[in-house]
Structures are given as C-alpha cells and as structure tokens.
C-alpha cells in the first residue's frame, strides 16, 4: 500500500447523521452497517482519507473498521482497530487499494469483527487527508436541523396567528353584541 498526500488536514466531515449513537451486534460472524455520505464524497480527488469516532465494545476482543466498498468489493485496505470497554476515540487511515479511486465508491461501511457482543460508535468523522481533526457534523446536517427548526417555528408562527385571529373574532363579535 503506498500513502500520497501525506499532510493533507481535511477538517469537513464527509459522512451524514453521525452524532448519535449506534450499536451492532456480533454474534458468529461479521456484521456491519452503511453510513450515508456527503455527495461532495465522490467530487474529491485524493485517495487518503481518515476516519474518527468514539467507541466501545461491550466486551474485551471487539475490533472494527471502516471502509469504502464497489457494488462487489472493498476498495480500501482493511485496518482493524480493538476497541476498549470505554469510549474512547479513535482514528483509522481510509487508503484505496492500487486502482480504485472515490469515482468507485458504492458504500462506506462500518464493520464489527473479533469476539462477541456489541460495539457502540458515536461522533463518527470521515475526512479528507491523514491528520484528524475534532469531530464536527456535516454541513448537511445543519442545514437539515435548520429545516427542521424552521418548519416548527413556522408552524407555531401559524398557530399563534390562528389564536390572534381567533381572539380578534371573538372580540368584534362581543363589540357587535353590545351595539
């Protein structure tokens, strides 16, 4: 495997919905789940990134990782890391195998491998580059709290309007009564 772009500080988080927490379950064999991604994901030239989150398994021996797959393989190297029974943070390099690029990429998946029982992944941050920064949300994921935020302040906007109505109604129909 050969590393370029040594240096290269990314700072955008290029995975969605990444903040809450998730958890997965091992039983006998490996599991693992799809993070939904930025659509500037397959807009950047680079074959280094790296991924960060907070982790624990419930057990001793849970290892994960994190890769980039085509509709029928990994397209990254495989980098397990072990996790320990408390959070703690961790990064792992996301390096493209000879030949493939983000033109490829079909899925970023998280996977749980090693012993049984449960991972729990929080905060969790791909970026651009081989040096982590702190987690942040993407940007689209502000924008969609912004939406959401605006939709109900519409509708309390509304439904206060509905009550002013409602009360000026009411008012004017007493005034016409006492004429």
Known sequence: ?????????GGRNLLLNTEDERTK??????VSYDYEY??????????VFTFSFEGRGDVDGMKVDFYFRNSSELITKTVFTTLSTT???YVQPVVFKAGFSVADIVYCSFRV???TGSVFIQRAKLERGNTP??????????I????????????QISTT???????????????NDVV
């Open 1 to 9: 495997w050969e590393v370029v772009n040594q240096g290269n500080v």
């Open 25 to 30: 379950e091992r039983a006998t064999s490996n």
């Open 38 to 47: 930025s659509p500037l994901l397959k807009d950047i030239a680079g074959d």
């Open 87 to 89: 959070y703690e943070r």
């Open 113 to 115: 491998a090693g012993g």
């Open 133 to 142: 920064t702190d987690w942040t949300c993407a940007p689209e994921d502000d």
């Open 144 to 155: 969609e709290n912004l939406e959401l935020k605006l939709t109900d302040v519409h509708a």
């Open 161 to 175: 309007a509905d009550s002013i109505r409602q009360e000026v109604q009411a008012n004017y129909a007493a005034a």
